[in-house]
């Protein structure tokens, strides 16, 4: 038994078992995920935000210091200090996604694998919990809105203009959406930025940075979408709604910020 794909089998299988259908047992693994994550996501969110928030601030201290990069940089780190943040937290939402996605691949994998005859019973028994236990007479459907999950959007387009292209195609683009409207959301105010970027240095770093942080904001988006189209729908499914989830969690941060 793997120890990291087990659970996801498990929990693929058990929720299986309970809707009948792979599609909703995708969905509430993932739903389940995130809420298990909460915990750790949200105070790297809060601290994310709070790096936004301390962006004017941190703008002055770049003007103040010019090129004198070594004083910056304890100055920097004073700062984080004082209140209470670490600028390096905002990268495990991102990390723990990346990590999670890999190990629910292992499983799909294997999962779609059983449905469609490619992996033997035995072997998906061999993660499965007894009362999981996929019997002789069990049989996996591996369909969702009438789309085959284990197909890739790419083969799918292959067979020309489907109905069978409508929900790839919605996953994709949402997913992308998702992902743009949540690195939007932690984005520093441009408007404060472009206000100090004009009296910091003349090497123009600060408008170098921010031009990165501005591509990745739309290139990660675009990039989920042109990789999605070779990843199957059933990972696809799990993306989109995990994505949505995370906007969910970011609206719910911001909402209890106000009050």
Same mark, same amino acid.
């Given at each position: 038994?793997?120890?990291?794909?087990?659970?996801?089998?498990?929990?693929?299988?058990? &929720? =299986?078992?309970?809707? $009948?259908?792979?599609?909703? %047992?995708?969905?509430?693994?993932? +739903?389940?995920?995130?809420? /298990? @994550? !909460?915990?750790?996501?949200?105070?790297?969110?809060?601290?994310?935000?709070?790096?936004?928030?301390?962006?004017?601030?941190?703008?002055?201290?770049?003007?103040?210091?010019?090129?004198?990069?070594?004083?910056?940089?304890?100055?920097?780190?004073? &700062? =984080?200090?004082?209140? $209470?943040?670490?600028?390096? %937290?905002?990268?495990?939402?991102? +990390?723990?996604?990346?990590? /999670? @996605? !890999?190990?629910?691949?292992?499983?799909?994998?294997?999962?779609?694998?059983?449905?469609?005859?490619?992996?033997?019973?035995?072997?998906?028994?061999?993660?499965?919990?007894?009362?999981?236990?996929?019997?002789?007479?069990?049989?996996?459907?591996?369909?969702?809105?009438?789309?085959?999950?284990?197909?890739?959007?790419?083969?799918?387009?292959?067979?020309?203009?489907?109905?069978? @292209?409508?929900?790839?195609?919605?996953?994709?683009?949402?997913?992308?959406?998702?992902?743009?409207?949540?690195?939007?959301?932690?984005?520093?105010?441009?408007?404060?930025?472009?206000?100090?970027?004009?009296?910091?240095?003349?090497?123009?770093?600060?408008?170098?940075?921010?031009?990165?942080?501005?591509?990745?904001?739309?290139?990660?988006?675009?990039?989920?979408?042109?990789?999605?189209?070779?990843?199957?729908?059933?990972?696809?499914?799990?993306?989109?709604?995990?994505?949505?989830?995370?906007?969910?969690?970011?609206?719910?941060?911001?909402?209890?910020?106000?009050?």
């Amino acid at each position: 038994m793997n120890i990291f794909t087990a659970p996801f089998v498990n929990a693929l299988f058990g &929720f =299986y078992y309970l809707f $009948g259908n792979l599609g909703w %047992s995708i969905i509430a693994v993932t +739903i389940i995920i995130r809420l /298990v @994550l !909460m915990p750790l996501v949200l105070p790297s969110l809060k601290s994310a935000k709070k790096m936004q928030e301390l962006q004017p601030k941190l703008k002055k201290l770049q003007e103040k210091y010019g090129k004198d990069k070594e004083g910056l940089a304890k100055a920097q780190m004073e &700062f =984080y200090k004082q209140e $209470g943040v670490n600028p390096l %937290s905002g990268c495990l939402p991102n +990390i723990l996604q990346i990590a /999670v @996605l !890999m190990i629910f691949f292992s499983a799909f994998n294997m999962v779609s694998g059983f449905a469609e005859g490619k992996i033997t019973r035995e072997r998906v028994n061999e993660q499965l919990i007894q009362q999981f236990k996929a019997s002789e007479e069990f049989k996996f459907k591996d369909s969702f809105l009438g789309t085959n999950l284990s197909m890739t959007p790419a083969k799918a387009l292959g067979g020309g203009l489907s109905p069978s @292209l409508v929900l790839p195609l919605f996953l994709l683009l949402g997913s992308g959406l998702l992902q743009y409207w949540s690195a939007k959301k932690m984005m520093p105010n441009t408007k404060v930025d472009e206000t100090v970027v004009k009296k910091v240095t003349k090497d123009k770093e600060d408008d170098m940075m921010a031009a990165m942080r501005t591509q990745s904001t739309y290139m990660m988006p675009l990039m989920t979408i042109f990789i999605g189209f070779n990843f199957s729908i059933g990972i696809l499914l799990y993306w989109f709604v995990n994505s949505a989830v995370m906007a969910g969690q970011q609206m719910l941060m911001a909402k209890i910020d106000r009050k």
